[in-house]
């Protein structure tokens, strides 16, 4: 079957809060079967002198037709402004899932994507939210995940009313854990639920570990904890809207997986890697020096708390103003891990491959711009400090002491350490 569908791609222009058109979307099968996707920016946005990039690797502005035929013709940053697994379960409850293509997790999410993208098929932008959920909302929106959750256990259990009609609305926002975005006050959080599955309190850990980061000086989001009934909800303040008055500000977003080029796909993980992140990072970003530096301490950290999860979509750059910059930390967690010895990351952090120890973390320091002295002083400093405060953090921040001890053996495992 060929199919062919487009729409024009939007973005919120550096300092202000409205779409403008930049250019056109469009993916088509070729007579092979091959999906291909095309995109050109509008020749009038391309004169404007305050004119951004979509990607600053992938799409830099330039009066070309682009093309690609990969990740079925989505180009990396707009699908960085998709759904993944949560989203697109939402839509699926809403259409069904048989008579979706990919483009209709595109055409059909709602505008409260990661970063200043839009999408719409005519000229017009796509409708601005007028009426976010509230934190007040939290506690049916949570019901209702729950409920969506349970459906795909088989079980059924009714999502009616009001709570229906809230989570159907649904999320762009990518990540697999259920997820809802509110405002509160003037800024814009993700808000995320836990699940029966969750071996601990999960939104009460990662709002810990997030503050855990900020002590090991590393830049991670700002996030807090809502109780709604028995359950917590973790609040991650969005990084990419600012209020100004009159509407959101919205900071372009591209993630590392894009930046690497690579896929989702178990084939394309050998492209997972932070040293080619790094390498990346070192031309994308304003600030190279610092944001490598930021980027070996995650890796650090990443490694000596088991965040084993810590895949490229779990890393990505922000362009605020016209300039690129690695964004906050987000989405860190510990893994529960089964081997004492080796653990690995989900990304290659040394010559050694993805092996979360020492000895391979330190062994491509010069990538991030550091030399071996440097390397060992932050590796050990996070290490240090993880060590003196993981627990006093978790405790202060609610953490029971049961999940402490289910947790603990994912802190600074033995194996860290090996000097090999
Ligand atoms: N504070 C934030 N501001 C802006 N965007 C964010 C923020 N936190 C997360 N995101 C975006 O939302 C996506 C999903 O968030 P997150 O990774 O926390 O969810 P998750 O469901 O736990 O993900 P995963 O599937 O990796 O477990 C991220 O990949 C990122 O694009
Ligand atoms: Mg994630």
């Known amino acids: 079957m060929t199919s062919e569908r487009e729409c024009h791609v939007f973005v919120v222009l550096p300092g202000t809060t409205d779409f403008v058109v930049a250019g056109r979307f469009r ?21 404007r002198a305050d004119a951004v990039e979509l990607d600053p690797v992938e799409l830099r502005l330039a009066e070309r037709m682009y093309r690609t035929t990969r990740l079925g013709g989505f180009f990396g940053a707009i699908r960085d402004s998709m759904p993944d697994y949560w989203g697109r379960l939402l839509i699926e409850r809403r259409f069904g899932r048989a008579q979706l293509q990919e483009f209709d997790y595109l055409a059909e999410g709602p505008d409260d994507r990661a970063g200043g993208l839009g999408f719409n098929a005519g000229l017009e932008p796509p409708s601005p939210r007028i009426r976010f959920n509230t934190v007040l909302d939290l506690a049916e929106l949570q019901a209702a995940a729950e409920a969506v959750l349970a459906g795909e256990r088989g079980q059924r259990k009714s999502l009616a009313g009001r709570a229906r009609e809230l989570l159907l609305e649904g999320t762009s926002m990518g990540g697999a854990r259920p997820k809802a975005v509110v405002e509160d006050g003037d800024a814009l959080w993700v808000a995320k639920f836990g699940r029966d599955e969750d071996r601990w309190n999960d ?17 991670a989001a700002t996030s807090r904890i809502e ?12 990084f990419d809207r600012e209020w100004r008055g009159a509407g959101y500000a919205r900071s372009r977003m591209v993630s590392a997986l894009t930046l690497l080029g690579a896929d989702d796909s178990v084939t394309d993980r050998r492209r997972w890697s932070y040293l080619a992140l790094a390498d990346e990072l070192r031309r994308a970003s304003s600030k190279p020096r610092e944001d490598l530096h930021e980027l070996f301490g995650r890796m650090c950290f990443n490694a000596a708390i088991s965040n ?10 922000l362009a605020p103003g016209r300039e690129w ?6 989405d860190l967690t510990p893994v529960p891990a089964i081997s004492v010895t080796r653990r690995d990351l989900a990304m290659t952090c040394g010559p050694g491959g993805r092996w979360a120890n020492r000895a391979n973390l330190l062994g ?6 550091l030399d071996r002295e440097e390397a ?19 405790r202060g921040n609610g953490v029971s002491e049961r999940d402490c001890d289910l947790i603990r053996h994912a802190i600074l495992y033995d194996g860290l350490f090996y000097d090999a």
Do not use: K
């Open 27 to 47: 993916v088509s099968t070729t007579p092979d079967g091959v999906p291909l996707g095309e995109f050109v920016y509008g020749r009038s946005y391309l004169n």
């Open 203 to 219: 939104p009460l850990v990662e709002h810990a570990v997030l503050q855990l980061a900020r002590e090991c000086g590393l830049n």
């Open 227 to 238: 109780r709604i009934g028995n359950r917590d909800a973790l609040l991650v303040r969005r």
């Open 308 to 317: 084993l999860d810590d895949h490229p979509r779990n890393h990505a750059i």
């Open 325 to 330: 910059r690695l964004s906050p930390a987000y």
């Open 364 to 369: 491509s320091a010069g990538r991030f711009l």
């Open 376 to 394: 060992e002083a932050v590796f050990d400093r996070i290490a240090a400090t993880i060590r003196s405060s993981w627990l006093a953090v978790m």
